[in-house]
């Protein structure tokens, strides 16, 4: 199984990007896929998931409100929108999948993990 995370840059506070996760390896389409992020000098820390069939998404309380996830089961790719960007949403971010369908909180329940996309949010 393999994770593609794309659509990190630099951004201005309150402005706003668009991440993607491509998905690609897995013969079930029955999985979930998490976002989580790691801040400069932070540990990694989670952001928002959702279950590939149905079921309402997940949120930190630091992304309700401000970020949106949402899934093309077409084309296999889970995607971060994140409005309102603040500089405290400077990290890298990593989108993770884990062997079946439950979209947990924590790292230890994702079994892969693509490299992260750099956002970065300038004052």
């Known amino acids: 199984v393999q994770l593609q995370a794309s659509g990190g840059g630099v951004v201005q506070a309150g402005g706003s990007l668009r991440l993607s996760c491509v998905v690609s390896?897995?013969?079930?389409?029955?999985?979930?896929v998490g976002w989580f992020r790691q801040p400069p000098g932070k540990e990694r820390e989670f952001v928002s998931a959702i279950t590939w069939r149905g079921g309402a998404p997940y949120y930190a309380d630091s992304a309700k409100g401000r970020f949106t996830i949402s899934r093309d089961n077409a084309k296999n790719t889970v995607y971060l929108q994140m409005d309102s960007l603040k500089p405290e949403d400077t990290a890298v971010y990593y989108c993770?999948?884990?062997?079946?369908?439950?979209?947990?909180?924590?790292?230890?329940?994702?079994?892969?993990w693509g490299r992260g996309t750099q956002v970065t949010v300038s004052s």
């Open positions: 390896g897995r013969t079930s389409s029955s999985y979930a």
């Open positions: 993770a999948a884990p062997e079946g369908g439950f979209a947990g909180t924590t790292p230890d329940v994702y079994s892969y």
